[in-house]
């Protein structure tokens, strides 16, 4: 199973950026898919998921991100997507996506909730 992310960068605040995650070796609308960021001197932290398509595909997202990302996947090209607007000084991080080969019935905002990670990448807002 591989995760392939891409889309980071550097940005001015108020901007926007899209990350990409292809998924390779599972079907990834069978999976709960995820967004984690980890900001230097901090533990890695949810960002926003998107539950199996088998349990509805309902999105979450952290309160911090919440109205500015929009987590969506393509079953087609079987990939993960992150659309971040007005991005934020605080929003300056490695960006990360995951897969939970197991499905739990509660909120999974836990990084031990998922299996496979991608390799991160980095976004950096600029005030």
């Known amino acids: 199973v591989q995760l392939q992310a891409s889309g980071g960068g550097s940005v001015q605040a108020g901007g926007s950026l899209r990350f990409r995650c292809a998924v390779s070796g599972r079907t990834l609308s069978r999976y709960t898919m995820g967004w984690f960021r980890e900001a230097p001197g901090r533990e890695r932290e949810y960002v926003s998921n998107i539950r199996r398509a088998g349990s509805g595909g309902a999105t979450s997202y952290a309160d911090s991100v919440k109205g500015r990302f929009s987590i969506s996947r393509d079953s087609a090209e079987n990939t993960l997507y992150l659309q971040m607007n007005n991005l934020k000084f605080e929003d300056t991080a490695v960006y990360y996506c995951?897969?939970?080969?197991?499905?739990?019935?509660?909120?999974?905002?836990?990084?031990?909730?998922?299996?496979?990670w991608g390799q991160g990448t980095q976004v950096t807002v600029s005030s």
């Open positions: 995951a897969l939970a080969e197991r499905h739990l019935a509660r909120h999974m905002t836990l990084a031990s909730d998922y299996t496979y």
